[in-house]
């Protein structure tokens, strides 16, 4: 597998290696001495899948007491999806890193504790994945504002379908 590290400490792009042949073809997903030798350490301990239409955007959720790393794949569609650092103690706090993710590339995009994440398909629709480091909470969630104009995402999509808890969350700077 190959390991790409971002802008953002802790923030990865991780390419697994694909054997494919005319049948189809395979990959492992998880394997946790490879990933803790590419620099992910932390235990997993909740699966997630998401189905969203073209046009929905996820996020940009956290959890405050509770944070959760994220190790994100498609298996069916494409989405645009972002890590906002929101460590208040990091040099690249307020930044953000998007990837476009899709079924056909297989590419695993691993959002570190501490970040913010979120997510809009592109395609049709749209099969999301992802491993947690900790457990949801809901009590503990907070969001930010998919389009605050400090940390200026540049989406793909100008006029996304939006939850309404994510209608009403707030900007960075008044986390």
């Given at each position: 597998?190959?390991?790409?590290?971002?802008?953002?400490?802790?923030?990865?792009?991780?390419?697994?290696?694909?054997f494919g042949d005319a049948r189809g073809f395979f990959l492992e997903t998880f394997q946790d001495q490879r990933y803790r030798?590419?620099?992910?350490?932390?235990?997993?301990?909740?699966?997630?899948?998401?189905?969203?239409?073209?046009?929905?955007?996820?996020?940009?959720?956290?959890q405050r007491q509770h944070p959760q790393g994220k190790l994100v794949y498609v298996t069916q569609g494409s989405v645009f999806?972002?890590?906002?650092?929101?460590?208040?103690?990091?040099?690249?706090?307020?930044?953000?890193?998007?990837?476009?993710?899709?079924?056909?590339?297989?590419?695993?995009?691993?959002?570190?504790?501490?970040?913010?994440?979120?997510?809009?398909?592109?395609?049709?629709?749209?099969?999301?994945?992802?491993?947690?480091?900790?457990?949801?909470?809901?009590?503990?969630?907070?969001?930010?504002?998919?389009?605050?104009?400090?940390?200026?995402?540049?989406?793909?999509?100008?006029?996304?379908?939006?939850?309404?808890?994510?209608?009403?969350?707030?900007?960075?700077?008044?986390?």
């Amino acid at each position: 597998m190959n390991v790409i590290k971002t802008d953002i400490p802790g923030v990865l792009i991780i390419e697994p290696t694909v054997f494919g042949d005319a049948r189809g073809f395979f990959l492992e997903t998880f394997q946790d001495q490879r990933y803790r030798e590419a620099g992910i350490a932390e235990t997993f301990v909740q699966d997630n899948h998401s189905h969203s239409a073209q046009g929905v955007l996820r996020g940009l959720h956290f959890q405050r007491q509770h944070p959760q790393g994220k190790l994100v794949y498609v298996t069916q569609g494409s989405v645009f999806d972002v890590a906002v650092d929101i460590r208040k103690d990091s040099p690249t706090y307020g930044r953000w890193v998007g990837i476009t993710l899709n079924a056909g590339e297989h590419k695993q995009f691993y959002v570190p504790p501490g970040c913010a994440h979120g997510f809009c398909v592109v395609s049709e629709y749209a099969d999301f994945h992802y491993k947690c480091t900790d457990y949801y909470h809901p009590e503990d969630e907070g969001s930010i504002i998919w389009n605050d104009p400090d940390i200026a995402i540049e989406w793909p999509i100008d006029n996304p379908t939006l939850s309404g808890k994510d209608e009403q969350a707030g900007r960075l700077k008044d986390l």
